[in-house]
């Protein structure tokens, strides 16, 4: 349903009368700077109303799912950097940049039998930092960086503790008010870098920081920063968890 401020319904769209919908059922809304809504269906891919036509399009950007490489349903978001980009991952995988003058979304798609493949482009979230990098965590091991400046690219791997493993899978990443960034893996590892790229350490369920990658008993899906500077972690299995750091790299956890 389409309202006003007064929350008189002015247009009720389904998919008999708007195809590019896909489906009636609607899981949630993302609503752009530019006052567009992008609307996650239960179909594979993404629809957008474009405010200013009244239009409605459907997009379902090639990606990993379409030949079998994603192991569950991809999550839908959208985020938008800096520069005034706006990066989609639809419900069916298929990361990609949308361009509001062809009203087209341009995959970040890497063929799987390319030898020169750089990454997934299913991804379990994005993070945009405030220098305006690009921060992807995809359904492989470790988190891709894009600068958007001389070098577009530039990897790092989270450590694994099963030595079979060339890298662990990232949950979430999150940059705090100190422009540390925190990401926090399927193994429960919780690494912090600082604004730098250097690694401070590895987050132990004392709340102090290990050099050695080690488990700290959180296994976090999301991280946030309140105004009183305190760290709350969305644990599996253990709640909330909340950090007040003491000194610098310090944390009393409760």
């Not at 809304?29 to 992008?38: I, P, T, Y």
């Not at 001389?150 to 899978?169: H, I, Y």
Request: hydrophobic share 35%.
């Amino acid at each position: 349903y389409l309202t006003d401020e007064r929350l008189s319904v002015l247009q009720h769209m389904t998919v008999e009368n708007y195809p590019a919908l896909a489906s009636n059922t609607i899981h949630s809304l993302h609503k752009d700077s530019r006052g567009n809504v992008w609307l996650e269906a239960h179909a594979m891919g993404v629809s957008y109303y474009e405010q200013a036509t009244g239009r409605l399009y459907h997009f379902r950007p090639k990606s990993d799912e379409d030949i079998g490489l994603a192991q569950t349903q991809p999550n839908f978001f959208v985020v938008e950097d800096k520069a005034g980009r706006t990066w989609v991952h639809p419900r069916s995988g298929g990361f990609s940049e949308f361009n509001p003058v062809t009203r087209e979304l341009i995959p970040f798609y890497n063929d799987p039998d390319d030898p020169n493949r750089r990454f997934f482009n299913t991804m379990h979230d994005a993070f945009i930092d405030s220098n305006g990098n690009l921060w992807m965590s995809t359904r492989a091991p470790g988190l891709e960086k894009c600068t958007f400046q001389q070098s577009n690219f530039s990897f790092f791997t989270q450590p694994s503790l099963v030595l079979t493993n060339n890298g662990c899978e990232v949950r979430t990443t999150f940059e705090d008010g100190k422009r540390r960034l925190w990401t926090a893996d399927k193994e429960g590892k919780i690494m912090i870098k600082a604004a730098d790229g250097t690694t401070l350490g590895f987050l132990m369920e004392n709340g102090r920081l290990s050099p050695k990658p080690l488990k700290s008993g959180m296994i976090a899906y999301d991280i946030i920063q309140d105004s009183k500077n305190r760290i709350w972690l969305a644990c599996k299995g253990k709640g909330l968890v909340v950090l007040t750091e003491k000194t610098e790299g310090v944390y009393t956890p409760y």
